[in-house]
């Protein structure tokens, strides 16, 4: 009778054994912490930046994962010249990397007309370490994010300025849905949200959650914003 039992019942230890295969399998399936996080399709963003009509700039990012590691390489570059005579040249450059969906380190370097800035931040015991061309080591309070931008989960926390180190607070408005410039000349929608105190930004996102756009006032009173190539 027992024999007859194993072979049309249930048999306890071939379910225990099923269910550690099945367990297995989900782990295996399931998807690293950074998918979580709003890469964009083709693992790359770029804009050009516009200032008076007139391009005078691109920025560009390239995101790379690997597990539940992702990273984000970030350039910047922009030039201004009146009578073809340069009188802004601005260059960024940014590694981020980020760890189960958490931002793990980053490195920055700036040339803002010859001055240079920098920062360097990584993920301890303690905390996001921070040191910077502008501020004394600190410990940042979580969640920790940069003005890198391209995750908007980063609004609701404080920022870690990509050029300096320095630790910002910004107000954070959510404004309206509107249509915003494509750098092919369509539009498409996207949310506004501005971002105030320490310095001024406008950002945009579309319905996907991916960055769609930025616009900041500059130091002549002229505004730039960001068309998404």
Known sequence: MSRQHGRHGSDPGLIGRRAVLLAGAAVAIAPPASASLPVPPGDTLAFRLVRHGSEIGRHTLDFAQRGNTLTVRIAVTARVTLLSIPIVHYSHTVVEVWQDGVLASL??????????????????????VVTGSKTARYIAPEPAGSTSYWNKRLLDGPMVSLEDGVLLRPKVVEERVEPIPLASGGTIPAERYNLSGAFRVDLWYDRTDTWASLGLPAADGSYVHYERL
């Open 107 to 128: 490195t920055g370097e700036t040339d803002k007309n010859g001055q240079h800035e920098w920062v360097k931040a990584s993920r301890g015991s303690e905390g996001l």
